[in-house]
């Protein structure tokens, strides 16, 4: 099927965080692959430079040549607000953040849970996002155009089995601080939002299973199967676009209806971990 | 006999006695429905305020000073009422940070960790000490006082103070899940304003007016919804979200007012 004509970002730049790992790497270098189709430039962040280098010369051999890698550690303050400045430095300004750096959790009951692992999920899925929301926001506000989109998860408007209570308080409080963002900044055409995808799987990912694994995933989900990283990528590339202007203090759930579901399992991918 | 005769209690933030907020209010209805309550707060001197208050009612009650926000603490808290009175039925996870802070952009990392270390970390490190021992026993009622900045953004703090109250319902959500076949059940309670003894002293008749139109609540109302949820019969509430009226919950906000409230009360909102 020949591709419509997407949401155009030319003349944009984006940072996409936890984007390392090139093809190995799951959703975030898919959603900077979909980033740079539609024309922005893009800035791949990872926390091992290795990793951030790897998806940069994926997407420059993809023939896209305006990416760069900036490795830093986002639940660190003072390199995320260099991170941002680098960006700045290299590309001359900033439109979009995709923050998709997250920690996982050990999904142990909550009376296991370990100091260490509740401030862990903490620094990375809480702390980092507003280290990141704060110093992209003074860049932004200068310029009156700003897309802050933050890759959650479906489990934080739940529960989840599979990352435990650290992991769903911390995506919780994120969503506190894109409410409170969202009205902060809407005036300066900085928008604030949060995507909630379901279980989403790489194509390659679901080659080297089991027919039957496959089917018993495809039917815990109303759709039928699981989200594909395009499909993400999509929306991500929607909420950066101008067109998405209006939209801004949302979590927008991309599940497959999985949410909704009554009953059954606390996670969609808990059957299969 | 009370509801709760027989029931240990422990209300975080309690501190105050008459001059206190809504921890205060819990503490005071908790031990007139017959529980034994620990009131903790920061200092020994704002918590045995409220201890005297209690016992001068005929209620019993001791205090307890330690901070939430600790881990350690939190532990110790836990375990001393425990060792005090061999078990602790009632969690009332009260004690917050307050306040004004600015927008992002110019708030410092300080002010952001320390909001999320007292309203988030504090009830869950509160929480995980008392859980144990609730199991144990096949009795928890653990109480999240909430705001209603969970569900909007806060009228009077910063995005540090939304950000953990939001996180708290998703702690409570995960919790309640986690541990309803034990007897635990774990809510959040949504207060919009409460009159606390000293805002009540200080504003005189204009308090008075906002706790009778219903904006307001007083403590003690706080206090009331968390006996009911403490009490045996409630067994069967866990993950709920009460929200307590008062400004609007349920409708659109008006930017304009809150602008103007904000230009008022000096409170930055990021112009």
Redesign the interface.
């Known amino acids: 099927m020949q591709r419509q004509q997407r949401f155009d970002l030319n003349g944009m730049v984006a940072l996409v965080t936890g984007a390392g790992g090139g093809s190995r790497g799951g959703l975030g270098p898919l959603i900077a692959r979909a980033l740079a189709e539609s024309g922005s430039r893009i800035a791949i962040n990872d926390r091992t430079p290795e990793r951030a280098r790897e998806t940069v010369a994926e997407l420059r051999a993809a023939g896209y040549d305006a990416v760069e890698a900036f490795p830093a550690d986002v639940a660190n ?1 003072a390199q995320v607000d260099r991170l941002i400045a680098q960006v700045v430095e290299r590309f001359g300004q900033l439109d979009i953040l995709v923050n998709k750096a997250e920690a996982h959790g050990s999904g142990r ?3 296991q ?1 370990s ?1 260490d692992e ?2 862990s999920l ?1 620094a990375v899925n ?2 980092a996002p ?2 990141l ?2 110093a992209a ?2 860049h932004m ?1 200068q310029r009156r155009f700003g897309r802050i989109i933050h890759v959650s998860h479906i489990t ?1 408007s ?3 089995a599979l990352n ?3 992991y ?10 894109i ?3 969202s ?3 809407a ?2 055409g900085i928008t604030v939002n949060a995507i909630l995808p379901g279980f989403i799987v790489t194509p390659k990912l679901l080659h080297g299973w089991e027919e039957e694994r496959v089917q018993r995933l495809a039917e815990t989900i109303p759709i039928r199967r699981a989200g594909t990283p395009e499909e993400v990528a999509a929306l991500v590339v929607f909420l950066a676009s101008h067109e998405a202007s209006y939209i801004t203090g949302a979590a927008i759930p991309i599940d497959g209806a999985v949410s909704v579901v009554p009953g059954g399992r ?1 996670d969609p991918a808990s059957a299969f971990a | 006999m009370g509801r709760l005769t027989g029931l240990v209690a422990l209300v975080t933030g309690a501190g105050g006695g008459e001059m206190g907020g809504g921890g205060a209010g819990i503490a005071r209805v908790l031990a007139r429905e017959g529980a034994i309550v620990a009131v903790n707060d920061l200092h020994e001197d704002y918590a045995r305020a409220t201890v005297d208050q209690i016992t001068r009612n005929g209620g019993q009650s001791f205090a307890l000073a330690g901070d939430v926000s600790d ?1 350690r603490q939190a532990n110790e808290l836990v375990s001393s009422v425990i060792a005090r009175c061999g078990r602790l039925d009632i969690l009332v996870n009260n004690a917050a940070r307050l306040g004004r802070t600015p ?3 110019r ?1 410092s ?1 300080e002010e ?2 320390s909001y ?1 270390a007292v309203n ?2 504090g009830p ?1 490190y509160m ?2 000490a008392a ?2 021992h609730m ?1 144990q026993r096949e009795y928890g009622r653990i109480i999240n006082i909430g705001s209603l ?2 569900l ?3 009228l009077n703090g ?2 540090g103070y ?10 409570t ?3 309640a ?3 309803y076949t034990y007897n635990i059940t774990v809510n959040a309670v949504l207060p919009a304003g409460i009159l606390s003894g000293r805002l009540r002293a200080e504003m005189g008749e204009r308090a008075e007016a906002l706790v009778a139109t219903r904006r307001w609540a007083l403590p003690d109302d706080i206090g009331q919804i968390c006996a009911y949820l403490a009490s045996p019969e409630a067994h069967l509430i866990s993950a709920s979200v009460i929200v307590v009226p008062g400004v609007n919950a349920t409708g659109l906000g008006d ?1 304009a007012q ?1 602008r103007a409230m904000a230009r008022q009360i000096g409170k930055d ?3």
């Open positions: 303050s009951r909550s009376d849970v100091d509740w401030e903490l809480t702390h507003f280290y929301s704060r926001v003074r506000r934080a739940r529960t989840s435990g209570v650290a769903v308080a911390a995506k919780e409080a994120l969503y506190g601080l409410r409170h963002l009205i902060e900044v005036q300066h606390t | 881990p927008a992002v952009e708030m990392d952001w960790h999320i988030l970390s869950f929480s995980r859980i144990p199991m900045a969970a909007r953004a806060s910063g995005a939304t950000s953990s109250k939001r996180g708290l319902l998703g702690l959500r995960q919790l899940a986690e541990f930017f809150y909102i990021g112009e």
